[in-house]
C-alpha cells in the first residue's frame, strides 16, 4: 500500500515536472522554426499542458484499465469547472467574456454530448476516436482563424519570444523535449501502477482513484496557473481557458487514445460520472449569463458541487 502511494505521487511528481519542460522546449522549438507566438499559444502550449494526461489515458488504455483511461477525463473536466474555477472565483471574482457564453460553452456542450452518444454501447471504438481528432483539428483551426481575424493580443507567459536563434538552442530543447516525453511515459506507467495498488487497497474502483486523485493530481497545474494569473489580473487566462480544456480533454485525450485503442465504458461511468459531466456545465450557464460576472457566492456553489461529487464517489 505505501509502495503504491509513492508510485502515485511519485507518477504524478513526474508528470507535472516533465510537462513542464515539454511545453518549454516545444515552445522554443516551434518560435525556432519562426511559428507565431499566437499560433504557439493557441497549439503548441494548449497541447503540451495536456499532453500528461494523453500519456496517462493512453498508457492506461494499453494496460487494460480503461476505467482510469476515461475517468482521468471525466475527473479533469468536473475539476476543471467545478473546482479550479469554483476555488478562483471564490478569492478572485471573475468576468465572463461574451465569447465564452456565444462559442466557447455551447461547444463545449455539444463535444460533451457527443461523447455520452459514442459512450451509449459501452465502448469508445476507433473510428469515433477518428471523429473526436478530426473535430479536434476543425476547432483548433476555427480558434486559429477566428483569433487572427480579431487580432487578439499575442500572450505567452513565461517565454520569451525574442530570444537569439541558435543551432545550439535548437539542440538543446529537441533533447528536453525528447527527455521530457521519455519522463512523461515513465510517470505515466507509475502513476498507473500505483492508482492500481492504492484503488485494491483502499477497496475501490481503478476509476475512483482516476477521478478523484488522478484527476485532481493532474487538474493541479490548471488550478496553480488560474490562481496565480488571476491574482496578477492577467486577463489571458480565463474561462474560456477552462472550457477550452475540457473541449481538448475529451476530443484529444479520449479522441487519440481510441483511435490507438478502442475504450471500454463502465455503467459506472455511464450512469453516474456522466451526470456530473453534462450537469456541471448546465449549472455554469445561468452563473455565467448573471451579470457576465462569476462571483464569490458563486464559486461557492460550483466548489461545493465538487465537494459532493467526491463524497458521493466514495
Known sequence: MILGWLQLIGGLAILIIGGEFLVRSAVKLALYLRISAMVVGLTVVSFGTSFPELVVSLNAALDGYADISIGNVVGSNVANLALVLGLTAILFPLPVKRSTVATDWPAMLIVTLLLILFSLDGELQMWEGGVFVFLLLAYNFWVIRDARKVRKKEVLDDVDTDFK????????????????????????????????????????????????????????????????????????????????????????????????????????????????????????????????RVTRMEGVILFATYVAYIFMLF
Not at 490548471?222 to 475529451?250: D, M, Q, W
Not at 484529444?252 to 478502442?262: E, R, S
Request: charged share 15%; hydrophobic share 55%.
Open 165 to 292: 536563434r541558435s543551432s545550439a538552442d535548437m539542440i538543446r530543447s529537441g533533447i528536453l523535449m525528447v527527455i521530457s516525453i521519455a519522463a512523461l511515459i515513465f510517470g505515466a506507467d507509475l502513476l498507473v501502477d500505483g492508482a492500481v495498488v492504492v484503488a485494491k487497497g483502499f477497496g475501490v474502483s481503478e476509476r475512483v482513484i482516476a477521478v478523484s486523485i488522478i484527476a485532481f493530481g493532474t487538474s493541479a497545474p490548471e488550478l496553480a496557473t488560474s490562481l496565480i494569473a488571476v491574482y496578477r489580473k492577467e486577463t489571458a487566462i480565463s474561462i474560456g481557458n477552462l472550457i477550452g480544456s475540457n473541449i481538448f480533454n475529451i476530443l484529444g485525450i479520449l479522441g487519440i487514445t481510441a483511435f490507438v485503442k478502442p475504450i471500454g465504458v463502465s455503467e459506472d461511468v455511464l450512469h453516474f460520472d456522466y451526470y456530473w459531466v453534462m450537469g456541471i456545465p448546465l449549472l455554469l450557464y445561468p452563473i455565467l449569463l448573471s451579470r457576465m
